[in-house]
């Protein structure tokens, strides 16, 4: 009953910015936790960024600084502004959501979408 969407994803050059965008619809009655994950080829995915109900945020150490998670709680949208981009930040960006649905707590990922950065 839940669907996240993702869009946002591309080629850019080192230095270049690009603003992720995930907007979440459904049956839905809360929306708790929202977060941006990546997972590069060869790796574990990982935790980019979170932000509560309330805006408080989270980041991980290599996107402190250059990136800023947003969340407009009207529209059940998370963004993921990022600046400053590098080769390493190159991956596939996830979406994901903990809400409340259709009588439990769930956690919803996004369909991913490609973010390369080249040098």
């Known amino acids: 009953q839940v669907q996240l969407v993702e869009s946002g994803g591309g080629l850019v050059q080192a230095g270049e910015s690009l603003r992720l965008s995930c907007t979440a619809s459904?049956?839905?009655?809360?929306?708790?936790?929202m977060a941006w994950y990546r997972q590069a080829p060869g790796n574990q995915r990982e935790l980019v960024a979170d932000?509560?109900?309330?805006?408080?945020?989270n980041y991980a150490d290599s996107a402190k600084g250059r990136f800023t998670i947003a969340r407009d709680n009207a529209r059940n949208a998370v963004y993921l502004q990022m600046s400053s981009l590098k080769p390493d930040d190159t991956a596939v960006y996830y979406c994901?959501?903990?809400?409340?649905?259709?009588?439990?707590?769930?956690?919803?990922w996004g369909q991913g979408t490609q973010v390369t950065v080249s040098s």
């Open positions: 994901s959501v903990q809400a409340l649905a259709t009588g439990s707590w769930r956690n919803y």
């Open positions: 459904g049956s839905i009655f809360i929306i708790n936790l």
């Open positions: 932000i509560t109900s309330t805006g408080s945020t």
